[in-house]
């Protein structure tokens, strides 16, 4: 019971955190006058992660790899089958070809690469490299499609900061949402991962399994926020946007920034079973919406479906 306590708390600092941590920052870009293009696409689009980021790196540095992989790995199958399903039921999600493009090609590639690298059974520091490497070059790309105007997304990604409502307004209140929100994260991270070692202790589960799962859930719940007010606001761009650059941001960035300071064996189940859940998940996805250019809500079903068959297999089929 007291470790569901923690879990709960660790959730709770943690959404907190990058709550502080993302209206902060955009108050920080707009008294710098950074364009709301950029803000959008790094702040919101990627700071949406950084409770898989703290949480990830925490593990790592505490011997806990099966966690700080099982945590990006589950995030990304819960960003598409969880979130991405409950906002399609709340609307049919549409989205820009040219954004499918080059958001939704670069998942299905970035899942493929995690394949790739992780057939050494680790992830070492040559791998981080070249995640990071491919991370930046993603950021090029994106960055430059949208100034040039071949891809028809800037008014997405300013969209995402609108997202976000009420950022603080002096410098002292900027300074002190930042610091906050890093602080909050940092204490969340360390409370959700002894809840969560010690849930798995005490029903006799592998950590792989708790972090696929419930640590998770649990650092996507800001991407769960801003898809689900998107999806309600009809930004369906937004709710898709959003989980395609968290996915991307998850894999190569994550995981690159983890496995360069730490590391990191693959558990076994993860290389059998999760990693083509997730590659299976983004392949899925990308069917969907290039068939109508829509995620529609019967498609939101099944994805949700999905989400449900593959934690029921979590813990009984490929529980060890």
Same mark, same amino acid.
């Given at each position: ?58 593990? %790592?540095? &505490?011997?806990?790899?099966? +966690? #700080?992989? *099982?945590?990006? /790995?589950? $995030?990304?199958?819960?960003?598409? @089958?969880? =979130? ?66 071949? %891809?028809? &997304?800037?008014?997405?990604? +300013? #969209?995402? *900061?609108?997202? /976000?409502? $009420?950022?603080?307004?002096?410098? @002292?209140? =900027? ?146």
């Amino acid at each position: 019971m007291l470790d569901l306590l923690f879990v709960a708390i660790g959730v709770l600092l943690l959404t907190g955190g990058g709550e502080a941590l993302i209206r902060g920052s955009l108050a920080a870009a707009n008294r710098l006058g950074i364009s709301p293009l950029l803000s959008g696409l790094l702040i919101v689009g990627f700071g949406t992660s950084a409770p898989e980021l703290v949480v990830s790196i925490e593990a %790592a540095l &505490s011997e806990q790899p099966d +966690i #700080a992989i *099982g945590n990006v /790995v589950g $995030s990304n199958i819960g960003n598409i @089958l969880l =979130i991405l399903g409950l906002c399609a039921l709340i609307t049919p999600l549409a989205v820009k070809p040219l954004v499918l493009r080059r958001d939704g090609v670069t998942v299905v590639a970035a899942s493929i690469l995690f394949l790739v690298l992780v057939g050494g059974d680790a992830l070492v520091r040559s791998d981080a490299a070249i995640f990071l490497l491919a991370l930046a070059a993603y950021l090029i790309w994106a960055y430059w499609t949208e100034r040039s105007g071949e %891809a028809p &997304s800037a008014g997405l990604h +300013i #969209a995402e *900061g609108e997202e /976000v409502t $009420s950022l603080p307004k002096t410098t @002292l209140w =900027i300074v002190m949402a930042v610091v906050l929100g890093l602080a909050l994260l940092v204490a969340g991270s360390q409370i959700l991962l002894k809840g969560a070692v010690g849930i798995a202790e005490s029903f006799g589960v592998s950590e792989a399994v708790i972090g696929l799962t419930l640590v998770a859930v649990g650092t996507s719940l800001p991407e769960l926020s801003i898809s689900v007010i998107a999806a309600f606001r009809r930004h369906a761009d937004v709710a898709i946007g959003n989980i395609l650059g968290s996915n991307i941001f998850n894999l190569l960035g994550i995981l690159g920034i983890s496995a360069l300071l730490q590391p990191l064996p693959v558990h076994e189940r993860i290389l059998q079973f999760d990693q083509w859940v997730m590659l299976g998940t983004s392949l899925i996805l990308l069917f969907f919406l290039y068939t109508g250019n829509r995620l529609s809500r019967l498609e939101g079903g099944l994805l949700l479906l999905g989400y449900g068959v593959y934690v029921g297999l979590s813990f009984t089929v490929f529980g060890a």
